[in-house]
């Protein structure tokens, strides 16, 4: 039977990893697919992405300690420590740098719509890179939770 240090690790995992899945390659698409109005999508999305950062800090926060508490210094050569810490990393740059700017973009356009506004190759080009950082880190996830424990 698993201790309970483990068992929340496992759980961390599977929360951070699903979540990311389950917001950006379902709930978010679905939202811009089935809302008439972008704006509301947009801010609902946003608010998702918001949450899954969160969790993110949290999960990944509990599995960097968690490996560190379990292995010591030897878990600075685990790979999984790794891939967490780059998950850790990118969830960071997400929420305390590509999603200001863009919500800055955003608020600079007001009242009109970004993507009608002035600003809208510049948060094209921001949601992009958000897009691919996202990807690059829901990947990582994948290893994550394929790599035995």
């Given at each position: ?24 390659y379902?709930?978010a698409p ?7 109005d ?6 609902l ?11 993110g800090m ?10 560190l508490l ?39 356009a007001?009242p ?17 890179v958000?897009?691919v950082?996202?990807l ?14």
């Open positions: 039977m698993r201790n309970l240090p483990d068992l929340l690790a496992s759980w961390a995992a599977t929360l951070w990893v699903g979540g990311m899945w389950a917001i950006g379902l709930a679905t939202l811009f697919y089935h809302l008439d972008r704006v509301l999508a947009g801010f999305a946003g608010r998702m992405f918001t949450w899954i950062f969160i969790a949290v999960c990944g926060g509990w599995l960097l300690l968690h490996r379990r292995s010591g210094v030897g878990a600075f050569r685990q790979a999984a420590f790794w891939i967490v810490l780059v998950m850790l990393l990118l969830t960071l740059a997400q929420h305390f740098g590509i999603q200001p700017i863009m919500q800055h973009l955003k608020d600079q007001m009109q719509d970004v993507m009608k506004s002035l600003f809208k190759d510049r948060f094209a080009a921001w949601h992009g958000s897009s950082v996202y690059i880190e829901s990947l990582l996830g994948l290893v994550l939770v394929a790599k035995p424990r």
